[in-house]
């Protein structure tokens, strides 16, 4: 047998007999009754059972240990009642909302094999878990335009470090280096920010805390040593004091900007930018590292946003527009030609698989689940292909899974279950013991960051088609997390506003009812009053979308969630239009930009192709030429249209009037 596998069956066993026992043990009890201890030498089981005790409890087993005050030895024990989940009020449709937040997270999402068992667990006992998916699961969708199979298996390499406590060592590449770097790092928490995953550790080589972008991760992901841990998370490490800050906050703050924003701009910025700063009497201020990314986001703006101070951001948007003026007059540049690709570039990793759940709590799942089967027979028969589908388990392997589970005793012979894959069936036998683990066990903190992240996704849906408050059910969910520390997980952000968009579009997608809605759209001074069939809504992070018929303009529109104020049911009912595909940027037009080298690196991870000189080319969709302009405006000069010459001439056009509207001369580069 597997190293592997004795471990997981020596774990199971401890927790059994600790259980089973209900006293406080010594370690000459567990090595003399364990399964898998009693054959160890005294060293080799030190070892071992100092390496057991600290997985289980970094799984979320609540082992607890005193000192016995007359000889001095360390006593354990493990209380049930502590071990197991307790049941968790979800009403049935609640649950089948998180059930189908699964069915359309599969595929997209890392987090979707132990999010698949935590409610496994939680649904434990009860109906409908097999059931299809709600009228949700047709309305919503969900698309994460980073995720890809090399993303997923750094996710789950991370994952693992994290929970065993590995140093690892990845190649690392910054825009601001020409080459790939090498680094090594005590991984303490993933996080997700803006739809992008990043790594929060302590950078063994700089000697300080660093959060690394998983997509800038080059290579495969190693563990540093052979040892069984490296390092231990710090008691007082908290996730929350290492998100990301906006793009003109990165780094040493060196002032503090005043920028007068319009009364709906305003509105904008207090919904979406409140971390970023305050908005009072048309004025936005906010700290700022690096003024040139701060004008980035003034233009961005297209007018919206006109800089007060201090001198040298006024400045330096006046000199953005001067270079976008200038560079967009008369015919397009010639660009260099296309750099070829590097031969001393490494192949790309075989990525591995996304993020799977914990293999003991995988077992532990399997048993609660084969032992509920029995109820209170002392036998069951199960369909082997539907069990094996259910854990996710290849059917060949599922008597493996089984056979550990048979050797899984309380000491003294005790077992649980006897169960064996027989062609088509698995047959189960509850042993003496059996009903011990009848009960689904607590969620793993890996489980639970898992429902915490769909969360993130999709919280707002899952609210809308439970028909009650997200905060509720998101309140009964932390409640049935159990008591293991989950400083390392980030919390879903408060998501009220989106859930009562969310919540009001949805049901005007069922009931096929036009909606109105206020829409603040890019390059409008205020809002516009819209007639909206609704049809599909779209996570794509880091933003919702809604895909409508605007009966305001009669045709096809697309509608960010952010940039809507209000929502509300009307009266009159629509029938779905023959022969209408509302998706995103269907049938885009193409617009050739070329960025300069100062901002090309970071242009290529979003697809751009290198150039000889430095620069780089890319091929951009889009769907309104306002968007597109926005775009190029927060580029600052450094992104030049190519084609179409309309598009340049709009470009050209929009820079002077701001230029006029500042009441400021440029100045020539």
Known sequence: MSHDADKLIRQLSLVAFLMAERRLLTARDVKSNVEGYSEMSDE???????????????????????????????????????????????DDDELAALQTALYYLEGKFAYAEPFRLALQNLALGRSGFSEPPTDTAERVRVSAPDYSPELAGRLAKLESAISKQRT???????????????????????????????VVGHDLDRKQMRTFKVSRIRGDIRFATRRERDFRIPADFDVELHRIPRPWQIGEIVGRARIAVSEDTAWWIARTLSDAGTVEDGVFETDYANVSLLTGWVLRQNGRAVPIEPSELIDSVVEALGSLSESHDGEAPVIAGLKRTDPRRPLPERPAGPVAPERFGVLQALLAHLLASCGDDRS???????????????????????????????????????????????????????????RPPKLTPLEARAIHLAMEYVGPTIAADAHSPL??????????????????????????AEETLVGVLSEGVERRVVVEIEYQKEGDESPGLRRIEPYTIERELPVWRVHTWDLTVDGARTFRLDRMRAARLTTERFEPRDGFDPSYLRD???????????????????????????????????KTEEWLLSEVLADRGETVVLEPQRLRDVVAKRARRLQRELGRVPSRR
């Open 471 to 496: 905060k509720r059910v998101r309140k009964k969910l932390e409640e049935t997390f159990g008591r293991f520390d989950l400083a390392g997980t980030p919390g879903p952000s408060d998501a009220s």
């Open 168 to 198: 690892v060592r990845f190649g690392y590449w910054s825009p601001k280096r020409t080459r790939p770097g090498e680094r090594s790092v005590n991984p303490y928490a993933l996080r997700l920010d803006e739809g992008n995953w990043y």
């Open 380 to 438: 069951a028969v199960l369909d082997a292909a539907e069990l094996a589908a259910r854990f996710s388990l290849p059917l060949e392997e599922l008597q493996d899974h089984l056979s550990l589970l048979n050797l899984v005793n309380f000491g003294g012979g005790c077992y649980a279950v006897y169960a064996e894959h027989d062609g088509d069936v698995v047959r189960v036998e509850k042993e003496l013991y059996g009903d011990v683990f009848r």
């Open 44 to 90: 080799a089981f030190a070892r071992r059972f100092y390496s057991d005790r600290a997985e289980l409890t970094a799984l979320g087993v609540p082992l607890q240990s005193q000192r016995d005050e007359f000889t001095g030895e360390e006593l354990y024990t493990l209380r049930s009642e502590n071990y197991f989940l307790e049941r968790l009020d979800l």
């Open 588 to 622: 885009p037009r193409v617009a050739r930009l070329v960025h300069s080298p100062d901002v090309a690196r970071w242009k290529l991870e979003r697809g751009a192709r290198a150039l000889t000189d430095g620069s780089a080319v890319a091929d951009v969709p889009y």
